[in-house]
């Protein structure tokens, strides 16, 4: 889950890692531009901030990969 979605400045991300696998979020723009990318070392159940401080207004994308399991979102920075 993604929240507060949108934002003017820090969202979160639950993540559950459980496997010991590393922990991957990467914004994009719609272009498919790589705006921001973080590794994390998780294991458990966290709470990522995702920081839009100094990006354009606008809709990017979240993509949060853990292992072989991706997952996207939609994020609006307002």
Known sequence: KLFP???TGV???DVTNTNHSNVN???T???????????????????????????DKGIYLVTLTIGNNVQQQKLIVQ
């Open 25 to 27: 979020v990467t914004i």
């Open 29 to 55: 723009d719609l272009s498919g531009k790589i705006v921001t990318q973080r590794n994390y070392d998780i294991n458990g159940t966290v709470q990522l901030p995702i920081v839009t401080y100094g990006l």
């Open 11 to 13: 969202s979160y991300i």
């Open 5 to 7: 979605n949108p934002t």
